[in-house]
T-cell receptor
């Protein structure tokens, strides 16, 4: 168990640029989540996968956001045409989804995005 | 939304004292979880309590769950300066089914003074 890893840890970009983040979950976990967190707030759900299937995408997520999890392993989150409001910590988490309920989530250290 | 609400928003105590944090939620749950986050880092799972459990212990942590009041409390005994962090409760929403996912409250900032 090497934990959930996210790359990069920090990303500074100019408004209008595209950015992509990567998350490597714990290998045996079937669920992978993306959350967004701004200062002083709790993690806000963005989207999640069960194996390679994207099961839900938050209504808060605009069409500029897209996520993939090819082959049910690592996942990428892409933000196109970034805006200053996209500045936040992007957290990835994985879990073993049991019988109709989540067990505990294991979080990565996050990617801090700053849009200038 | 099923998002839990933690109370108080901020708590400052002296090292050695106990810290009590509360979480209220709106609809039925399958389980409730508490997480901790140090500044600039990811969240770390502390403890999970299922809807059919009333109390659970893990080291210096004690969690209670009152499903009739839709509330939970997290007690940290004999606090240490290293316990300084943000604490979040998380609940499943919807509470049952293949589409359930964890939603988080806004968190409690705990400061433990040496």
């Amino acid at each position: 168990d090497t934990g959930v890893s996210q790359d990069p840890r920090h990303k500074i970009t100019k408004r209008g640029q595209n950015v992509t983040f990567r998350c490597d979950p714990i290998s045996e976990h079937n669920r992978l989540y993306w959350y967004r967190q701004t200062l002083g707030q709790g993690p806000e759900f963005l989207t999640y996968f069960q194996n390679e299937a994207q099961l839900e995408k938050s209504r808060l997520l605009s069409d500029r956001f897209s996520a993939e999890r090819p082959k049910g392993s690592f996942s990428t989150l892409e933000i196109q045409r970034t805006e200053q409001g996209d500045s936040a910590m992007y957290l990835c988490a994985s879990s073993l989804f049991g019988v109709w309920a989540n067990e505990k989530l294991f979080f990565g250290s996050g990617t801090q995005l700053s849009v200038l | 939304s099923q998002q839990g609400e933690e109370d108080p928003q901020a708590l400052s105590i002296q090292e050695g004292e106990n810290a009590t944090m509360n979480c209220s939620y709106k609809t039925s749950i399958n389980n409730l979880q508490w997480y901790r986050q140090n500044s600039g880092r990811g969240l770390v799972h502390l403890i999970l309590i299922r809807s059919n459990e009333r109390e659970k212990h893990s080291g210096r942590l004690r969690v209670t769950l009152d499903t009739s009041k839709k509330s939970s409390s997290l007690l940290i005994t004999a606090s240490r300066a290293a316990d300084t962090a943000s604490y979040f409760c998380a609940t499943e929403y919807p509470f049952y089914g293949a589409n359930s996912k964890l939603t988080f409250g806004k968190g409690i900032t705990l400061s433990v003074r040496p």
